[in-house]
């Protein structure tokens, strides 16, 4: 940087460095963010899982006590 007195070259190096760390803090934040929705995800994905299983076994116990029923 001929030309440039020092606090100028001094300048430049420090403003692209806070640049830089301001798109490591937003990229940081965005997968904090996708994190948080994964793990949401995943909670909602198990209450899920258990109502449908809740579900079927409410369907095989009905099956299994009609089937006794009908034996009888």
């Known amino acids: ?18 640049a830089l760390a301001g798109c490591g803090a937003e990229v940081a934040s965005a997968a904090a963010t996708a994190g948080s ?3 949401t ?8 899982q258990a109502q449908v299983l809740n579900k079927l076994n409410s369907a095989l116990d009905a099956g299994a006590a009609r089937a006794a029923s009908a034996a009888d």
């Open 37 to 39: 929705l994964a793990a």
């Open 1 to 18: 940087m001929p030309g440039m007195n020092t606090p100028a070259r001094l300048l430049l190096p420090l403003l692209t460095c806070a």
């Open 41 to 48: 995800s995943a909670q909602q994905a198990q209450a899920q």
